[in-house]
């Protein structure tokens, strides 16, 4: 018998897919753009070891870096290493 049952387990991990129905799967661009925004970030994140955090800034400094376009979280992250790079955080 085929499952239809959720193969994520609640630590994240994927089942044994074997009995899962494959016609129950979808190419990821049929799903919505908030969740394959998510996925990527959480492959990405876990690939390149970072972890999403929640900050506030100054609401100047996010406007200019959301006038660059997309990547202006990264350039922020590139920004903040170069300062530490010749400051010390404490």
């Known amino acids: 018998m085929v499952s239809h049952l959720p193969v994520?387990?609640?630590?994240?991990?994927?089942?044994d897919l074997s009995e899962i129905d494959p016609a129950l799967f979808q190419p990821f661009s049929v799903l919505p753009a908030s969740l394959q925004m998510r996925l990527r970030h959480r492959f990405e994140t876990e690939t390149l070891?970072?972890?999403c955090v929640t900050i506030h800034l100054s609401l100047d400094v996010l406007q200019t870096f959301r006038?660059?376009?997309d990547?202006?979280?990264?350039?922020?992250?590139?920004?903040?290493k170069e300062w530490l790079s010749t400051h010390s955080p404490a």
């Open 49 to 51: 070891s970072e972890e």
């Open 8 to 15: 994520i387990d609640e630590d994240d991990d994927v089942g």
């Open 71 to 80: 990547g202006w979280q990264t350039r922020i992250n590139e920004a903040l």
């Open 67 to 69: 006038a660059t376009g």
